[in-house]
Nanobody
């Protein structure tokens, strides 16, 4: 399974960005897709995820500002990020948990940089 993310970039505080991620490859079932982020000098944190039955969860730090949704294409998700703050500056990683051959595995995308600043 390969994950391809797009949509990162630089924006002023209060601005918006939209990240997209597509999972390609042969899997039995996609259980969860979502986003982690890693700000400079800190650990990676889970910020948003959507399950195969459309259960959605957000980190407190992004609730009310970020929205995760499914894209039109199969195994595609989007992350709409509004009212961005300097603290949102991080490398954002798309991930997916899948079931393959009776086992659950996690895959990561390569990361996309989001920078919020003046």
């Amino acid at each position: 399974v390969q994950l391809q993310a797009s949509g990162g970039g630089s924006v002023h505080p209060g601005g918006s960005l939209r990240l997209s991620c597509v999972a390609r490859g042969s899997v039995d079932h996609v259980l969860v897709m979502g986003w982690w982020r890693q700000p400079p000098g800190t650990q990676r944190e889970l910020i948003a995820a959507i399950s195969d039955i459309d259960n959605i969860g957000y980190a407190d730090s992004v609730k009310g500002r970020f929205t995760i949704s499914r894209g039109n294409a199969k195994n595609t998700i989007n992350l709409q990020m509004n009212n961005l703050e300097p603290g949102d500056t991080a490398v954002y990683y798309c991930y997916t948990d899948v079931r393959q051959g009776g086992q659950q595995q996690r895959y990561w995308g390569p990361g996309t940089q989001v920078t919020v600043g003046p």
